[in-house]
Each structure stands twice: as structure tokens, then as C-alpha cells.
């Protein structure tokens, strides 16, 4: 099941990071933590706090009892116009694609 959200919400969770915080909401209750989040994505924890509050209050994620939910499976995010924030995160998934390249060894995930 998909869910086509709104290019504003887009907007408001274009930094690359967003979208993989949703994603790690499968993880067991003491991985998804802003210091483990922040390690693994290697960006801050602040940013991860900040992000995991905008999921919330976007009602993109939920907190249930101190675990994590993600509210919808596979949101899509879509616009009939160019959209400079979908330009955004696609620039920064490519960049980290590349970065991953470089820097990953063909043994890591």
C-alpha cells in the first residue's frame, strides 16, 4: 500500500536524512536512538531529534508507548511541477550515492 503525501510535506522533510529515520522505525526499540540514529547516518544527533520531531508533527510518524511507528508504508511523494525541494533531495541521495562508492567496501551494507 502507498500513500501519495503532498509536495509541502515533501518540502518540510527534503533533507536526505528524513526518509531513512522512517525507514530504521523497523529496527528494535534500543536501536532507534538519537545516538545509534546519528552514528549510523553519520550526521548529528541534534538533526536527529530535530527530524524525528518533524515526523511527528508532519503525522508521518507516531509515538507509541516510546516506540517509534512510521504512519504510512511506502509514502510517495509526488508534483505536478518542478519542485525545487524534490530537486534537493534527489541531488543529496546522489551525492550520497557517490560518497558511498568511494568510501564503501563491497562487504558493507
Known amino acids: ?8 510535506v515533501f518540502t518540510a522533510i527534503s533533507e536526505w536524512y ?9 529496527l528494535p526499540p534500543e536501536e532507534f536512538a538519537p545516538r545509534r540514529i546519528a552514528r549510523r547516518l553519520g550526521i548529528t544527533e541534534v538533526e536527529v531529534v530535530s527530524a524525528i520531531d518533524r515526523l511527528e508533527r508532519l503525522g508521518l510518524l507516531e509515538n ?3 516506540r517509534y511507528k512510521r504512519v504510512h508504508d511506502n509514502p510517495i511523494f509526488s508534483s505536478q511541477t518542478a519542485s525545487q525541494a524534490l530537486r534537493h533531495f534527489h ?3 546522489l551525492g550520497r550515492a557517490i560518497q558511498s562508492l568511494e568510501q564503501q567496501t563491497p562487504l558493507q551494507k
Do not use: E
Not at 500500500?1 to 509541502?8: A, G, Q, R, Y
Not at 531513512?20 to 523497523?26: A, H, K, R, S, W
Open 1 to 8: 500500500k502507498t500513500t501519495d503525501l503532498s509536495i509541502d
Open 18 to 26: 528524513h526518509i531513512p529515520i522512517l525507514v530504521m522505525t523497523d
Open 64 to 66: 507509541l508507548n516510546g
Open 91 to 93: 541531488r543529496q541521495m
